[in-house]
């Protein structure tokens, strides 16, 4: 079997074995369920609610490069985009330093899910960190971010009305899910690339 093969096989299995995303943390239920009747008013400044903010925090339960993120919304009135922010958490259940910012234009009345790709290669969740996800929006701007389903475990909320941050645990969070290309550990990686040398050795055996 020529050398090249061995080198695609093991860069296949590889491939493979990381390409998929999984779910780091989750407050849908199963098939994209939430309560879609309800939720928080996200607006700005110079809206008539003036600031309304939020903070999710939550706990990834996976290692793996940032793929997605996904949360349940829907549109009020102005153009302006929402600012939706992955912070880290400041060792105090407090909203840390950014790690990634999104602009996001919410379209249409209902509500509907929506996703935010990463565009920061390499930007790592570590499993048993905490995290924020926070919601804001600018000038007239007014949205809605819908709950998750009551039946969801309650988690801390960071919230802002002009004033900065204050927080609150135990209280209903928002639909969303954070998606994540889990690496794999170095003993992952040796025993597919042996599991791939010896496939190798056995087909070159039988063509000898």
């Not at 996976?62 to 302006?80: I, M, N, Y």
């Not at 941050?165 to 209280?171: A, L």
Request: hydrophobic content about 40%.
């Amino acid at each position: 079997m020529p050398r090249n093969y061995l080198i695609a096989v093991i860069f296949s299995v590889l491939s493979f074995s990381v390409a998929k995303a999984d779910v780091a943390f989750t407050t849908f239920l199963p098939g994209d369920g939430y309560n879609s009747s309800t939720g928080y008013l996200v607006s700005g400044p110079n809206s008539a609610f003036g600031v309304n903010a939020w903070g999710m925090q939550f706990t990834s339960s996976l290692d793996g490069e940032l793929t997605s993120v996904r949360f349940a919304g829907q549109h009020g009135s102005g153009g302006s985009p929402m600012q939706i922010q992955l912070a880290a958490d400041d060792g105090s259940d407090g909203i840390g330093a950014t790690l990634e910012t999104w602009f996001f234009t919410l379209f249409g009345s209902s509500s509907t899910i929506y996703t935010l790709v990463d565009n920061s290669p390499g930007l790592t969740l570590n499993s048993g960190h905490k995290y924020w996800l926070t919601f804001v929006d600018s000038d007239l701007e007014v949205d809605g971010i819908n709950a998750d389903d009551a039946s969801v475990p309650l988690g801390r909320l960071a919230g802002d009305g002009g004033s900065g941050w204050s927080y609150t645990d135990n209280q209903q969070l928002s639909a969303f899910d954070v998606n994540v290309t889990p690496v794999p550990e170095p003993a992952s990686i040796l025993f597919l690339s042996l599991g791939a040398l010896a496939v190798w050795k056995r087909k070159s055996r039988s063509l000898t």
